[in-house]
């Protein structure tokens, strides 16, 4: 009888060479492994975190797709070929760098924008590429529901959920999300959530842009089903923390939701990269004011000396800082194979409590610039 051996690959796959057929497959597999074209790279579970009361667990870090495709804010108003390759290098790297986690809605990249793509659409494309690439490539994907006035009841939810896997070409989602509260008829929106569940649609869903006690209302409604409500995407930073300041933080701790932080490095504010001689182009420009950044100075300027200390960008720092708030997954948006690498590296690692405190004052001093309307109704 042949010895048996054990081969262990990146992801964890052991065979035994106790035959012709298994050490044919070994060689193959090691050739393929040679050849970095066929096993995709191993992300540890111990990377990932339960997403709320759901079973859904995901990287502690996501990445925001918003950007791709879309030329009404982001991309100087034009979308094209070089825009297209970088967001697909960002997509590789994110994955290459243990973030398998992907957020995007049905809005990104509207069809009413003429020259656009959809982000589904090249999430879709890119996640289809990756496991034709690597198999048993993982990606994990969320997307939202646009609660437009023209909507009415659950079975606009399941529709345009369908709609929204079609684009994606995937069966089902891991995360679906109501992307902010209706004018009307949130309860036949949050029944549409359960019944995606219900139907093998999707994972785990949540709410986005909900106030402390929308949030309630939601979590009590889908505990009635015996679903858990699983996240809640709000804008939060180091320079915009009314999720704090309303309830909806402290609100999705107590209740084991988890909240998902988008815009987490404030659009860009918080990186180093823009100056009051040097703002944001197009729409931020006007968020993100000359007068603002001069204010903006002193901690950005501290975040740079702490970052210092760890081999760390001020991106990598804001992040962190948003990690150690606890129950909080950031979802900065990477343009770019540069920016996801980066992104990656704010995780895995921790600033000290005087630090995150210190900061906390430091931002204190600074006046927020105005967040998205409905977190306040």
Known sequence: MA???HFTFPFNYVVSEGSHGR??????????????????????????????????????????????????YWNDFQWDDRK??????????????GIDFFDTAEVYGSKFSLGAISSET???RFTRERKERYPGAEVSVAT?????????GRESVVTALKDSLSRLELSSVDLYQLHWPGLWGNEGYLDGLGDAVEQGL????????????????????????????????VNYSLIYRAPEQTGVKAACDELGVTLIAYSPIAQGALT????????????????????????????????KQIGENYSKTPTQIALNWLVAQGNVIPIP????????????????????DNEVSELRSLASEIKPVVGFPVEYL
């Open 23 to 72: 050490r044919s497959f070994v060689r193959k597999l090691v050739r393929a492994v040679a050849s970095g074209d066929s096993v995709a790279p191993a992300i540890s579970e111990e990377s990932k975190v339960k997403l709320g009361g759901s079973d859904l667990k995901v990287t502690k870090l996501g990445i925001g797709v918003w950007s791709w495709g879309d030329n009404s």
């Open 272 to 303: 180093g990269k823009y100056t009051p001689e040097n703002p944001p182009s197009g729409p931020r420009g006007r968020i993100y004011t000359r007068e603002f950044l001069t204010k903006l100075q002193p901690l950005l300027n501290r975040i």
């Open 144 to 152: 939202k529901f646009a609660a437009l006035p023209w909507r009415f």
């Open 333 to 352: 948006g990477a343009k770019n194979a540069e920016q996801a690498k980066e992104f990656a590296g704010a995780i895995g690692w921790s600033l000290t």
């Open 202 to 233: 999707v994972k785990a869903v949540g709410v986005s842009n909900y106030s402390e006690k929308r949030l309630r209302d939601a979590n009590e409604r889908l505990k009635k089903r015996g679903i858990p409500l699983a996240s809640n995407q």
């Open 3 to 5: 010895m048996a051996t």
């Open 84 to 97: 297209l390759k970088a967001a697909k290098g960002a997509f590789d790297t994110s994955l290459d760098n």
């Open 122 to 124: 090249l999430l879709g």
